[in-house]
């Protein structure tokens, strides 16, 4: 079992209770401008989040604020490269004026999902991180070709497990118009992140037992009910002798 781990929950997106999730995070992502956010909810999100001494990162995402960003588009990779440039780049300059430092980056719905399975497109998000700043933290989803990319762009990477999402048995997440893709009973999100953290696995919608490396736990903050899932799994990783710390946080 892990002795630490980080609890990261995406914000800014205009569509959650924000502030009653802060304060049981380490990390958040916010989003910056692709699939939700503008410059006032960026300014006000890591304004939230330096308050309550949580860890700031950007979401880029695809260009789709019909579809949340979880419609994948057809952008090459260079295209690709360029839009996570721009958009973790607003970001950071928001972060800059209110000397906050930007800590990771983590891709949106259907991009950070075409990044775990596209070699070529997780080259050019790892790239952009890159060029951006060689210190930031890529979270990328386990096991994934962006964990694989980031690492070797020599980017800190942190792997990604989800509390409230369901696996297939090859390792990746369930697609999201298939029945039980996400976690709506809070027990049974309980049950899969203990198991996650005592096992290092999950057990597929098939059965199937599959091995996951968590060095960061995301909840979606979109959710209607994030703040109760965030205060009980909070209560629930600190039960189990965990300390929660973002990847670069001191001991």
């Not at 080259?123 to 930031?136: E, F, K, N, R, Y």
């Not at 893709?181 to 096992?199: F, G, H, S, T």
Request: with cysteine; net charge negative; glycine share 8%.
């Amino acid at each position: 079992m892990p002795d630490r781990i980080d609890f990261n929950c995406d914000l800014g997106e205009g569509c959650g209770d924000d502030a009653a999730i802060v304060p049981h995070i380490s990390s958040a992502s916010i989003a910056c401008g692709g699939h939700a956010g503008d410059e006032a909810t960026m300014r006000a999100t890591v304004a939230l989040c330096q308050a309550h001494g949580v860890a700031i990162g950007a979401h880029p995402s695809f260009v789709d604020r019909e579809y949340f960003g979880r419609r994948e588009l057809t952008l090459g990779p260079g295209a690709i490269h360029v839009l996570v440039l721009a958009q973790v780049r607003r970001l950071a300059s928001v972060c800059d004026a209110a000397r906050a430092p930007l800590r990771h980056v983590k891709p949106h719905g259907a991009l950070y999902n075409l990044a775990a399975r596209d070699t070529d497109v997780a080259d050019a998000v790892a790239a952009a991180v890159h060029a951006i700043d060689p210190t930031l933290w890529l979270y990328a989803q386990s096991g994934s070709a962006l964990a694989e990319a980031g690492r070797l762009a020599g980017l800190p990477v942190a792997e990604e497990a989800f509390a409230e999402r369901s696996y297939g048995a090859d390792g990746r997440l369930t697609p999201r118009d298939r029945p039980g893709a996400v976690i709506d009973d809070l027990d049974a999100a309980l049950a899969q992140v203990r198991m996650l953290l005592r096992e290092g696995a999950v057990i597929a919608l098939d059965g199937t037992r599959v091995p996951l490396r968590a060095d960061t736990l995301c909840l979606h903050g979109d959710r209607p009910d994030a703040a109760r899932f965030a205060a009980a799994l909070r209560a629930a990783l600190e039960a189990e002798g965990i300390r929660v710390r973002a990847p670069d946080a001191a001991a």
